[in-house]
């Protein structure tokens, strides 16, 4: 799962990962992605931190106190400052600065 507000990245983070081994399903609306992580399959979510409404980092405190989310495994993505050391206090298992490389995110999803 791909959720980030900014429709340009989430478009092109999924056009790249749809050449990959990865199912890909995403979220603009971050109001919208708990519920969508409850009722699907997800593995993996690539998140962005600085979105509009309910924060990546308020998303990702809720996953790491929701009983049936918490083994989740996040990326979260962000150019803002400070941002790594917000998304791994928050619960991420792994941080990308955007812009990122495309095959460095590929690298660190296969990794997770």
Request: aromatic share 4%; net charge negative; glycine share 6%.
């Given at each position: 799962m791909i959720c980030d507000d900014d429709i340009?990245?989430?478009?092109?983070?999924?056009?790249?990962?749809?050449?990959?081994s990865f199912v890909v399903s995403t979220e603009a609306d971050s109001r919208k992605l708990v519920q969508r992580l409850h009722e699907e399959n997800t593995e993996l979510l690539l998140l962005d931190l600085w979105?509009?409404?309910?924060?990546?980092e308020d998303i990702l405190k809720t996953i790491r106190t929701d009983p049936k989310l918490n083994n989740l495994k996040v990326i979260v993505m962000s150019a803002g400052r400070d941002a790594?050391?917000?998304?791994?206090?928050?619960?991420?298992?792994?941080?990308?600065?955007?812009?990122?490389?495309?095959?460095?995110?590929?690298?660190?999803?296969?990794?997770?």
């Open positions: 340009a990245i989430l478009e092109m983070v999924e056009i790249i990962l749809e050449d990959t979105m509009p409404v309910i924060s990546g790594q050391t917000v998304a791994i206090g928050a619960g991420a298992n792994k941080f990308i600065a955007k812009p990122f490389d495309i095959e460095d995110l590929i690298d660190q999803l296969e990794r997770l």
